[in-house]
């Protein structure tokens, strides 16, 4: 009797390293809550529009960054069409 009592110990040690494994896959994964963009946004297409017009050349690497770029404005930069 005293050698089955301390059988459950022994099975506790791989159950709950398989235990903590699966949790911790299922917190990091999160599978069941992640968004398929593929599969669950609608997106219509729209003609594109605009057009072509030559602002400026920009010729070596001296100038870094372009004159009047917006790439830390996130706002302006990605806006929604309404």
């Not at 110990?9 to 069941?32: E, I, S």
């Not at 003609?47 to 996130?74: A, L, W």
């Amino acid at each position: 009797m005293s050698e089955d009592s301390g059988l459950w110990l022994l099975a506790a040690g791989p159950a709950g390293a398989a235990a903590l494994y699966w949790a911790l896959y299922r917190y990091y994964r999160n599978t069941d809550k992640s968004h398929g963009f593929e599969h669950e946004t609608e997106i219509v297409a729209k003609p594109v529009t605009g057009s072509d017009r030559k602002v400026g050349e920009v010729k070596g690497t001296q100038q870094r960054r372009i004159d009047g770029d917006n790439v830390g404005d996130y706002r302006r930069r990605v806006t929604r069409l309404r």
